[in-house]
């Protein structure tokens, strides 16, 4: 591990020493969320989190096993609860969580964006033990599908982590806004504004029982 890599680990183990917990919460209804004010409660067993953005101008997207919110000045937040397969869940008892989860980051996640033609690349990679019991938190580049040679930049970038609870795989989604660069210095501000980011919508869901 280099020096820029180890810095980006110390300040993202910091911030998710210091980052609210995250609860589950039991709705009764399978199919759809509601919403209350500022509240959002997902379908059953799944999770309840202020909405991120302004209702009013905001777009939402509410699926079964997860909510999207989207808003032009703020960007992307996304919540997804997704159900545990079995396959997963031996890989855990046999190789580990580490392993199980980056896994499914590259196998499930990266693999089904590549398959929609997407073209996503992964920068960054990171398991944190201590965070919920074992998070692999990362980032991405995704082709943006509305370039052309007159829109810049030519992908759109997004902070993520997953981690599991009980039953569920919980995959959180920020926009991180990441530069067209490789170079790992400046990279390296960009990177800890988006792992910011993304904790910070981590601490926005709450416990309502």
């Known amino acids: 591990m280099n020096t820029i890599q180890m ?3 110390i300040h993202l183990c910091y911030i998710l020493l210091n980052c609210q917990t995250f609860e589950i919460y039991r709705n009764v209804d399978l199919e759809h ?16 989190c202020f909405v991120p953005i302004d209702v009013r ?23 997804q ?3 545990v397969k079995t396959e997963f869940t031996l890989k855990v008892a046999e190789k580990g969580k580490e392993k199980a989860l980056s896994d499914f980051v ?4 990266l693999e089904k964006l590549n398959k929609d033609s997407m073209k996503a ?45 009980n039953d569920f795989i919980y995959f959180l989604t920020r926009n991180a806004n990441l530069p ?12 800890e504004l988006a792992i910011d980011k993304l904790i910070n919508f981590h601490s926005l869901p ?3 029982n």
Do not use: C, H, W
Request: no cysteine; glycine share 4%; hydrophobic share 40%.
């Open 7 to 9: 810095r980006i680990l």
């Open 33 to 48: 969320g509601d919403i209350e004010g500022n509240l959002y409660e997902s379908p059953f067993e799944k999770f309840a």
């Open 57 to 79: 101008y905001a777009v939402m997207e509410d699926q079964k096993n997860g909510a999207t919110f989207y808003q032009e000045e703020f960007g992307l937040f996304k919540i």
């Open 81 to 83: 609860a997704l159900p």
């Open 106 to 109: 590259t196998n499930d996640i």
């Open 121 to 165: 690349n992964l920068i960054l990679s990171q398991y944190s033990p201590e965070f919920r019991n074992g998070t692999v938190y990362f980032l991405t580049t995704v082709k943006n599908p509305k370039n052309d040679s007159l829109v810049i930049p030519p992908f759109n970038s997004y902070a993520m982590m997953v981690f599991l609870v």
């Open 180 to 191: 067209i660069t490789s170079d790992p210095l400046e990279l390296q501000k960009e990177i």
């Open 206 to 208: 709450i416990d309502l």
